[in-house]
Structure formats: C-alpha cells, structure tokens
C-alpha cells in the first residue's frame, strides 16, 4: 500500500472513503494528524494530512519526523507527496501540475535527520543525487501519460521556510540558481524518508506565478490562489488514484 501526504489542497480530504483513523505514537512524537486508512477511488491508501486536522502546523513546524515514521511503521511501500508551488519557470502558472526531479534546500533550522541521538539510531549519509525516487516518480509520470493529463516532466524544486512568502529579489535569485518552482513542504520530507529506506515522490501543483514573476509582479493574490488550489487539486487525486491501482 502506498501513502499520500496531501498538503494545502487537501483540506477537504473526503477523497479517501472507507476511513478508518489510525492514532500513532513515534520516538519523534505524534504526526501531525491520525492517519487514515481507507481508499482512493476503489485502493487502498494511507493518507495523512501534513498540515494537521485544522492546519495547524504552519511549514516550517510540521513534524516532518514523525510523520515519515508513522508511514514507515505501518509499512507502506512508498510516499507520494502532494505539495502546492509558485511558479517561477514560465511554463509554472496556476495549475500547472509539475514532477519535480531536483531540490534546492533554502530553508534553516527545521529537523531534518533522524540521525541526532547517535546511540540509537547509529548514523549514515544518504545519497541525495536525485532527491525523489525515481521509478515512483516515473509511475506517476506514467500514470499521467495513460490519463493524456498534461504534466510537467521534471523540475527543480526549491524549498523555502515560510510561512511568508518570498520577496522578488529572492524569487530572482532561485531563478538564477536554476528553480522551476517555489515550495515550504518537500524538504525535509525527502531526506528523511531517505534515510529510512522509504521511496519518495513529489507531485506538485502551481497556485501562482512566485513573487514578482508574471500576474505577481506587483502582489500576490489570495483570493486567486486559493481558487486555483481548489481548481488544480483533482487533477492531482486523479494521477495518484490512477498511479496507486498499479502499485503495491
Ligand atoms: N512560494 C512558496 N510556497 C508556495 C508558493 C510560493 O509562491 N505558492 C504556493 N506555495
């Protein structure tokens, strides 16, 4: 069984029927949310909501830790997680729904190893070259093809801290370091689904154009925003639910 990791979008979870909650405890606390148990349209799915019950937990305080432990306890064969963007490339307006195969790490002091109490855990360094994994990536990928759903086929990710949004001289200088797209949520999850074993992969839909770039060269829009979010989410539920009924 796979688990979807839904982020803002995914208020309104009520995409996964059968539901059962399953409350968890791990030696980095509770998840951000009682996992749920149930189906995505006919499959079996492990879902969790990033962002907690009533979006509690701003990005730079979602516990990454404990929710990528809780995932692997229950022995799920992979993540896909679902995280909204600002697009920085042009092709990266809203709704654009977008693979990304890199990221860039702009955020600081968040808990990003499970690897701090060295008697218990022991240490390793994990190979971050491709930071999501690739065959899940490439099923969601192939997933899309079946669906003709127009996907962006790789990109670089870059994470920020948040919770404000960036200022345009800094969506010009992640440009320049070669971004395609801005996010809060991706990192520290890739890592530290990578130092336990867990395939990962990003799915990523674009809400706006990032600060200072196209229809946000002046401000950013809320209002638009949050229609946005809801009009690309179920394009994103389709890829995963098509992706997870050939997946284990
Ligand atoms: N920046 C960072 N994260 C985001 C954005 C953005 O512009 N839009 C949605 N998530």
């Given amino acids: ?10 208020t309104n979870d009520d995409v996964i029927e059968n539901r059962r909650e399953i409350v968890m405890e791990t030696p980095w606390g509770q998840p951000s949310a009682p996992l749920i148990e149930g189906t995505l349209k006919g499959t079996p799915i492990l879902f969790l909501r990033r962002h907690g019950v009533k979006h509690e ?13 809780a995932l692997k306890e229950r022995g799920v064969s992979g993540v896909i997680a679902v995280g909204t963007v600002g697009g920085i490339a042009s092709d990266m307006g809203p709704g654009r729904i977008a693979m990304p195969d890199q990221l860039i790490d702009y955020t600081w002091g968040r808990e990003v190893s499970y690897y ?13 070259t491709w ?19 127009d996907v962006r086929r790789e990109g670089v990710y870059a994470c920020t801290q948040g919770p404000r949004l960036e200022t345009a001289a800094e969506v010009r200088r992640m440009q320049r370091d070669g971004a395609d797209m801005i996010g809060m949520t991706l990192y520290p999850e890739c890592a530290l689904a990578r130092e336990i074993d867990l395939p990962y992969a990003g799915i ?18 809320f209002a638009s925003l949050e229609s946005s979010l809801q009009k690309a989410v179920s394009g994103v539920v389709d890829i995963v639910a098509e992706a997870i009924k050939e997946l284990k």
């Fill in 1 to 10: 069984m796979l688990a979807l990791i839904g982020g803002s979008g995914f």
């Fill in 57 to 69: 937990f701003a990005p730079h305080c979602v516990p990454s830790r404990a929710n990528l432990w």
């Fill in 116 to 128: 701090e109490d060295f008697g218990k855990f022991g240490m390793k360094h994990v190979d971050m």
């Fill in 131 to 149: 930071p999501f994994d690739r065959a899940l990536s490439r099923a969601l990928l192939d997933a899309a093809d079946r669906l003709n759903k």
């Fill in 204 to 221: 990523c839909v674009s809400v706006n154009h990032a600060a200072g770039m196209g229809e946000c060269a002046d401000e950013i829009d």
